[in-house]
């Protein structure tokens, strides 16, 4: 798959090169704070990117995980994925995620990176309806929906279990018809 170009972002398929920084992600206590995982170690980030490149080369691909890199620069700050439906649950709908390593908070790299992988999602993939689940507490992740013109539709409790405990989720929605309706320009 080639990149997908954002205002201050490229998404790109994850590389076996890219273990550290993706370790520095997935195993930053506060950005996983956030995630429904606990902190990764090197073994178990390892074993994540090897997954998420037997993903990547399928062709009947599951999902698409994808890092986030800079304009200006190719390493890895930080990852958003985009899961399609299955016939089961709706081929019509997609679950969206991110994350952004703790150092590059505040850049408008989760924004940009959402924008980006919603309009891949209704654009390539032709899905109808994108989803976002979300803590409660996670408040710059909620922002980051709301501008990405993301509508919310209820409370989930006791939704994942991470970090040693039960945590509800925020539930938020777009639908096509509304992509670009109520967009802030700014990432």
């Given amino acids: 798959m080639e990149p997908l170009s954002g205002a201050r972002i490229l998404l790109r398929e994850f590389r076996a090169n890219d273990l550290d ?3 520095a992600i997935s195993g930053d206590d506060r950005v996983t704070d956030w995630m ?8 178990k ?11 990547s080369a399928r062709t009947d691909r599951p999902d698409y995980m994808l890092a986030i890199a ?12 985009i899961a399609p439906g299955t016939p089961a649950s709706g081929p ?4 969206l995620g991110y994350a952004v390593h703790a150092d590059h908070w505040g850049n408008g790299y989760a924004t940009d990176a959402a924008k980006v992988m919603v309009g891949f999602a209704f654009g390539t993939l032709g899905v109808h ?26 409370h989930l409790r006791d939704h994942v279990f991470t970090n040693g405990a039960w ?21």
């Fill in 70 to 81: 800079r304009q200006d620069d190719d390493r890895v700050v930080g990852f958003a994925r």
């Fill in 45 to 55: 980030a390892t074993e994540m990117l090897e997954g998420i490149l037997e993903r």
């Fill in 21 to 23: 920084d993706y370790l």
């Fill in 167 to 187: 945590r509800d989720s925020l539930l938020y929605s777009i639908l096509e018809n509304e992509w670009g309706v109520s967009l802030d320009s700014t990432p």
């Fill in 129 to 154: 309806r994108v989803t976002a689940a979300i803590g409660p507490e996670n408040a710059a992740s909620i922002a980051v929906v709301k501008r990405v013109g993301f509508s919310y539709e209820g």
């Fill in 92 to 95: 019509w709908s997609a679950k």
């Fill in 36 to 43: 429904a995982f606990n902190s990764y170690d090197r073994a």
